[in-house]
């Protein structure tokens, strides 16, 4: 759907008020298809979403979306998705962190709000595909099979948050900014000569439902304080939280320990209770994982074959590869490592890449840790 030999489509573009989406619209209707911008009102109470322009769920961003669609020359309109989105992702969030967890809500946001319930809606509408900024390529092989891939540019890749998207999602999929091989200054540079004034616009980091970006105290709001121990491996207690939902597996600062540890090293989380409300911390080395399990398997065109398999996995939006063997048993996929990896925490996404060609993704739920070294014998 990205080969400029497609036919005519209808073509809904999905429009943050961002230069990404933008530029994205833009593309599409200079590629000939009939494009409607649509701008997806997120928040309950705008105002209490991101201010100034750093979001996507303000009025602000609304008016610069319309405003964008206004110099491309198409229609647009502003859709209310919040009560699904404040269901699908927001309370499926502090859920997520309630339970011990570190959920992923861009993630859950593509598979639920942009291509679940924009694009049911687009579709019944009568449009063809849904088109947003996501710098990604959706390849149509020579068989009809869609495949998604990463983006020309590894550095502005987004294929990780777009691993949820299945076969039927993927049909009706369309990222004009995927094959750009230029960088993001080069992207602001073609928003201003197509008049966009949004090309200036600051990026959008932090997850848009939290105002201040202060994660920890959106929590504690919603969930309220709950006083526990903070442990080490061999069950003595070295502090104490408000929270066990405010913390998150291998973070190191924050931790508020009233004394170092033995060795002098910096301990990090290694687990989170929510049964009875305690963190543990520990050294590095004991992040160190060697293989997972994870549910809910979500394959992006044809699924693997059965048996293991090498693949490479991302662990995170902004994360490196690592080589893994992976297999899909009774529903739920192992993974082991050829090297271990830290800081992976249940609740995660883990991707799978066969070369540039995502396989699937799916929600970690149990993890393996190498066991910790022997302490050094002492000298007698």
């Known amino acids: 759907m990205t080969d400029a030999a497609a036919p005519r489509l209808r073509v809904l ?5 961002g230069v990404d989406s933008a530029v994205a619209a833009a593309r599409a209707a200079e590629a000939g298809h009939d494009v409607t911008g649509v701008h997806l009102a997120l928040s ?16 602000e961003d609304s008016h610069d979306a319309r405003r964008a669609a206004d110099v491309i020359g198409i229609p647009f309109y502003v859709w209310d998705l919040a009560e699904r989105f404040r269901e699908d992702v927001v309370e499926d969030f502090i859920a997520e962190y309630e339970a011990g967890r570190t959920p992923n809500p861009c993630l859950r946001c593509n598979e639920k709000i942009k291509f679940a319930a924009l694009l049911d809606k687009a579709l019944a509408l009568g449009f063809d595909a849904v088109c947003t900024g996501h710098y990604a390529k959706v390849i149509l092989r020579e068989d009809g099979a869609r495949e998604l891939h990463r983006a020309a540019d590894m ?5 990780y948050v777009l691993g949820v998207l299945d076969d039927r999602q993927l049909a009706h999929a369309m990222f004009p900014l995927g094959d750009t091989s230029t960088t993001k200054a080069e992207i602001r540079e073609e928003a201003a000569r197509r008049g966009l004034f949004v090309a200036k616009k600051p990026d959008s980091h932090d997850i848009c439902f939290i105002a201040d970006g202060d994660t920890q105290g959106f929590l504690a709001k919603r969930l309220g304080t709950a006083e526990g121990a903070i442990v080490d491996e061999s069950g003595e207690v070295l502090g104490s939280h408000d929270g066990a939902y405010g913390f998150t ?15 002098g090293k910096p301990r990090y989380v290694l687990d989170i209770s929510p049964v009875n ?3 543990t911390v520990g050294p590095a080395d004991s992040l ?29 939006a902004h994360g490196g590869e690592t080589e893994v063997s992976a297999e899909v048993v009774d529903d739920s996929l192992h993974v082991a490592f050829a ?15 066969d070369g540039t060609r995502v396989v699937g993704s799916a929600t970690i739920a149990t993890t393996v840790r190498r066991p ?3 302490p050094a014998p002492q000298a007698g």
């Open 13 to 17: 573009a999905a429009m943050s008020g």
């Open 44 to 59: 309950e109470n705008p105002k209490s979403f991101r201010t100034g322009a750093r979001g996507c769920c303000t009025i």
């Open 155 to 159: 550095a502005k890749d987004q294929s």
């Open 249 to 263: 597996i291998g973070q190191r600062k924050g931790l508020r320990l009233g004394r170092p540890a033995a060795d």
């Open 277 to 279: 409300n305690t963190v």
């Open 288 to 316: 160190d994982v060697t293989a997972l399990t994870a549910i809910r398997p979500r394959w992006c065109g044809r699924p693997p074959a059965s048996g293991p398999a090498v693949y490479t996995a991302q662990l995170r």
């Open 339 to 353: 090297e271990p990896v830290r800081g992976v925490a249940p609740g995660q996404a883990i991707v799978l890449y």
């Open 372 to 374: 910790a070294a022997a």
